[in-house]
């Protein structure tokens, strides 16, 4: 039988404490901190996280007007960018939850955010059909690319820089010079709108999905050729991501599982199942080892990939959790919710 720890958070005008109580179950964890809970709901109130693993949440950022579709977490792992529907991106620092500034410019609802490599500019991806390149150090637009001719929704940095890939309701992926702000090739072989896009880490294979279909497409970069099309999940498929090494791509679907797929062969090695509803994001440790995945039944679950078992599961938001990163040590998560909120969970 596993033992569990509550801990339970009594607040009155002037002070507030913690009572620890041993059960059952899993360990039930309420954080207190000024700059991070602002009179949460009795749901935010408590987290189960399985003993095993020490993440708890340990601020949750306020500042959205509206649901907040994606979160990134820049090289140095010192500020968050989160994207609303409120048609704004905001920055946050990472270690208090302080807002740093929020940029606007789109003129509809912000889908994707990434971080270049090397911190310096941001992009985003709108329901305005535009791409936004950003300095972080400002909060100026550099640039805006436009091309696609429906809502963009994802964008992705090459690993060097020099490269940025969207994908769009139009049913294409855009390959853009980011030197000069031109396009260099559109790939046009998808049948419906393409959801998410990845870079493997050497930046020679590019992953994208459907939002309707089940599949998902290897592309080479250099070229622009497919090479291959994996084939395993009965719903669509809304996010992807390469392991550390590059040998292994995991996808989160709409038919509740996330699969794991060997690159040499093409072939699902395994599946992971134990979300009650749409899986919307997943996300690698640094080492390789861990999967987070976030999902619509308002969770986000943490995997060892070694054994495939899950390891924990963090409760905390009030609605569908849309996505889900980690920070460059591994030691912190980021996620956003359609509850408004982004959340921080730390190990200690």
């Known amino acids: 039988m596993r033992t569990a720890l509550y801990l339970i958070k009594i607040k009155t005008a002037a002070t507030s404490a913690a009572i620890a109580l041993l059960g059952v179950g899993g360990v039930w964890y309420w954080q207190a901190s000024p ?15 399985a003993l095993g693993n020490n993440f708890r949440m340990a601020l949750t950022l306020n500042g959205h007007s509206s649901s907040v579709w994606a979160v990134a977490i820049s090289p140095d ?33 912000v889908n994707s955010v990434a971080f270049s490599p090397d911190g310096q500019t941001l992009a985003s991806g709108s329901l305005d059909k535009t791409i936004k390149l ?23 940095f090459s690993p060097d820089g020099k490269t940025l890939a969207s994908g769009s309701w139009d049913n294409t992926i855009k390959l853009w010079n980011l030197a000069t702000g031109e396009e260099i090739r559109t790939l046009k ?31 080479n970069v250099a070229t622009g050729k ?9 719903d669509s498929v809304n996010s992807l991501a390469f392991s550390p090494d590059g040998k292994t791509l995991a996808t ?33 440790s640094p080492d390789g080892k861990t999967l987070a995945s976030s999902s619509w039944d308002k ?50």
């Open 134 to 156: 950003w300095s972080v150090a400002t909060g100026n637009v550099v640039s805006t690319l436009q091309g696609h001719l429906a809502s963009v929704q994802s964008v992705k």
């Open 299 to 348: 969770t986000i679950k943490l995997w060892n990939l070694e054994t495939g078992q899950q390891i924990s599961t963090l409760v905390g938001h009030s609605q569908r959790v849309w996505s889900v990163v980690f920070s460059p040590d591994g030691k912190t998560l980021a996620s956003s919710s359609f509850d408004k909120t982004v959340k921080i969970w730390r190990m200690p």
């Open 35 to 49: 700059a991070a809970i602002v009179e949460s709901s009795p749901a935010e109130q408590f987290q189960k996280i």
């Open 252 to 284: 989160a679907s709409w038919d509740n599982t996330i699969k794991l797929w060997n690159l040499d062969t093409g072939s699902e090695y395994l599946s992971l199942t134990g979300h009650s509803n749409k899986v919307s994001s997943v996300a690698f």
């Open 77 to 109: 792992g010192k500020t968050v960018a989160s994207v609303s529907d409120d048609r704004t991106i905001r920055l946050w620092n990472l270690a208090t939850g302080e807002e740093l500034r929020t940029l606007v410019g789109h003129s509809n609802a």
């Open 189 to 219: 072989e998808h049948c419906d709108v393409v959801n998410s896009v990845a870079f493997s880490p050497d930046g020679k294979i590019l992953a994208s999905s459907n939002l309707f279909a089940s599949t998902v497409k290897l592309w």
């Open 226 to 234: 497919e090479i291959r099309t994996l084939v395993g999940h009965s």
